[in-house]
Each structure stands twice: as C-alpha cells, then as structure tokens.
C-alpha cells in the first residue's frame, strides 16, 4: 500500500528527509460505542506521528481481532472494514519505524497468544535501548519469531510468557526490565491497559469518555472524540481498565525527563504537554529567538507549517511584519514517482514555492524548527534570492541539532548532522544565509516552562537520560542484523564499550552512531 506525508516541512524531497516523527498510540474501553470508529479518528488526530503503518486491533469479549497494513489511517481502513472490527475496548497505532523497518510485519498493534489462552496486543510509542538483551531473553525462553524485527513485538511476546499470570500481573514483571522510552497500550480480551516509561519521555495522556475511558499519545486525540482530559499517565504508572473501573499501579519511581523536541516540532500545535500548550510555546521560542537576534527587515516568514507559531512569535517580539512568502503543496509526500535528476535539482519545488509578489524586494526573516542537514534551508534560501528577495535572514526555534536519538527519533547519523562540524558561521555560509540564529537552549526551555531536570535533551546537548548500553547493538535494525554499535555514540559509550565487542568471532556491524537507519545519500 503506498505511504505518503503532508505535513513534515523537512521532508521536502523523499531522498533527503529530516527528523521524522515518533508514532501515535490511541486507547479506547467503551462498551457502548462502537470503539474501532473512535480508534480511527483517534488516529487520524494522531497522524503526524507516524504515516509508514497503521493498525487496530479490537476485543468483544471473547476474542482480540487486528487489522493493519502499510499506508495512512485513511489509506489502511475504510467504512466496511471498520464495521467488521466489533466490541467494547480497542488499541491503535500509526507508525514511524525506529526499531524494525517498515514492513507489513513491523505495523502494530502486535499481537501474541498466552498458553492459557488470553491474546496480548500492544502498540508501542518510543524506542528501546536494551532490545538486544531482551531479544536473548526470548530466545533463552524458546518463546519463538512472529516474522516481526521491533522491540514492541518482543515486548509483546514477554507479556504473553506468563502462563500462570494474569496479563496485568505479567506486566508487573516485564515492565521494569524495559530501558529506553515507552508510552504503551496494549489489551486483552476484557482489559484496556497503558504504561509509561519511568522518564515520561513520550506523552501518553487519560481522557474520559461519558461511557468509558480513552488513552492517546496527544490531547488533540481525545479532543477528536469528545473525551475530557483527566491527567497525564505518569512516569512509572501502569493503568489497567476494565468493567471493574480503572486501578493505577507504580512499577517503577518516576524519574522524568520529557522530550523537548515534543515542544519544537513532534507534538500538535493544540497539544498541551505538561500542562503547557504547545503552540503558545513555540510562539514564545519565536518571541525569545527575536530576543536574542535581532535583525533589521522587511517581512518575517515561516517555513509551513512546523515554523509558523515561532514566526508569529517572532513578528510580535521585533515589531517586523508577519506575512505569507512561501507556499506548501499539502498533497505532495512520499508517495510521488521519483523525479528524474532534473528535477531532483528542483528538489524543494515540488512541496514550496516562493510568493515572488511578497518577498520580492524586501529583506526576508525565513524562521524554521530545526536544521539537521541544510538541505531544506539551503534550497529556501536560494529560492528567496531568485524570488527577489534583498536579504535572507534565518532564525532557527531551536539549538542546533547535534546528536542522535536513541529515545523514539529517526534523526541523521551524527556524521550527516550539519551542526556536528560546523560552527555557526560555517552553517550560515553552508545554507547561504546573510545571519543565522538558533534560540538558546536556555530560552527554549524556559519556554517549556519545565525545569531543565525534567527534560530529555540529548539532541541538543548529548547528555542521554537513560543509559545507553556500551558495547551492546542498538539502532533501528538491531534484530535485522544490522544493528548500530553505541561505540562513539557518546565520549562515554566509546571510552566503556569492550573491545573484543568489534573483534569478536560474530562479523563487524555497522558502527555508525545514529539513532536509526535513514535514507541519505
């Protein structure tokens, strides 16, 4: 089934992508409702997190059915399907691989049978960092291959392993092995259950429906559904609901470390994470970024759509005017034929194209999320100085990108990140820019209005919040065998990892740093 995209500005040619986005879990116990409609628009609101795969899975009691495939939510389900999916409590997932590549295989939710006859089916919002070890405990335990290569799958396949516990007590054991970041839900055949990793580095949000109980990754898919905000699901917290009503168990001390690149580009603009709403956020990294580089023009612009509240911001701050200069193709994404070189030399044409009537002449402020290659930033410049544009300035609503996430992020390999070996100046004069900008790394946490402690910022700083494990695969093919060794990952991981790690009888496996496996050239 083809895939496609509308809304990752980075991803301006299928060739050259930038960070893509972590997936989209929705929850739904509701006995009254017909529960496999509110999952797909549940996820529908949640399709900027993942647009590789999609998949629902739904109990009546009795049985646990899923249905998923490649595609987007509206690719992968129409109207007689979801007529086909009934009962009282349903999960679903949209996918972006950061563990296992993007195979029918790999699409949640994953599903497994327990000896004593109960169904597990789990979708999973994060990324692993001890997947390996976990994968050798399956082994160890013969509990056998579903044809899957994701952590979620082994997960799933360790819920199932119990067969004198309940799945709820199951979890009790499985979850705290688990080291990486986490937001899950998963089911049986009577019970809607949602866990969070002890960081809460991925959102995972409670929300209550009139007949029933709703979990999602973002407010805006409970929104969707007409379900109130209760709370956020805690670090360390296992929720478990049924006909008996909801119970909350601690399997772990919370310990957060929420990701702040939620707050710059992943998350919706109506989410509010942390109790925080995101799009006022990011008006508020615009307003500090004008703060901190000031320049003097005519019309500041936004990169749409991912750079338009930080703009906004922006032009209210520096007192520039706030107006339109590029326009977006909404309907082009992956799923177009792959354009010939000539036109790959367009590259960026064919998702933005300059409004020549309002940037001729002027001197542009072009504000953006994030620069991870400079291709995007690169190719706006240079279409802004043959629109007419006098001047082009950048602003940039974050620190530069320099390291790769192991926490549920498909970034560059540390190598293709532009900030890695380049100071600024030397960025400016990659992408062509007359100034470059970056907000601080202060500014843009006190933006988030969390502390400092409470966030995970190993993009921006390299300090990993969760241990990676030194001279252990990890990597987004880790159980494809081609995994990434965290030698050189961090100073820490390279001066710890083993030697006879790299020299050992197995064959060398890739050892490029990065977070996943992406499509550069």
Known sequence: ???????????????????????????????????????????????????????????????????????LVAQVFDEPTLASLRGHLAIGHTRYSTTGGSTWENAQPTIRSTSAGTTVALAHNGNLVNTADLQREVAEQGLGSDGSTNDTSLVTMLLASYPDLSVEAAALQVLPKLRGAFSFVFMDETTLYAARDPHGVRPLVLGRLERGWVVASETAALDIVGASVVREVEPGELIAIDAEGLRSTRFAAPEPKGCLFEYVYIARPDATLAGRNVHATRVQIGRQLAKEHPVEADLVIPVPESGTPAAIGYAEESGITYGAGLMKNPYVGRTFIQPSQTLRQLGIRLKLNPLRENVRGKRIVVVDDSIVRGNTQRAIVRM?????????????????????????????????????????????????????????LSGLIAATEQPKTRLCRACFDGEYPIELPAGN??????????GRRVTGATPEAARSAPRGAEHGDTPPLVATPGGATVHRP
């Not at 009254?32 to 998949?55: C, D, I, K, S, W």
């Not at 560059?412 to 600024?424: F, H, V």
């Not at 695969?473 to 159980?479: D, F, N, P, R």
């Open 473 to 482: 695969l990890i990597g987004k093919h880790v159980l494809e065998g081609v």
């Open 1 to 71: 089934m083809p895939r496609g995209d509308g809304r990752l500005s980075h991803d301006l040619d299928p060739q050259r992508p930038g960070p893509q986005d972590a997936c989209g879990v929705f929850g739904v116990w509701a006995p009254e409702e017909e529960v496999a409609n509110l999952t797909y628009f549940g996820l529908y609101a949640l399709q900027h997190r993942g647009q590789e795969a999609a998949g629902i899975a739904v109990s009546d009691g009795s049985s646990v059915v899923v249905y998923k495939d490649l595609g």
């Open 384 to 440: 802004l100085r043959e629109a007419g544009a006098l001047e082009v300035h950048v602003r940039i609503s974050s620190p530069p990108v320099s390291w790769p996430c192991f926490y549920g992020i498909d970034f560059a390999t540390r190598a293709e990140l532009l900030a890695n070996g380049l100071d600024n100046d030397g960025i400016r004069r990659s992408i062509g820019a007359d100034t470059l900008g970056y907000v601080s």
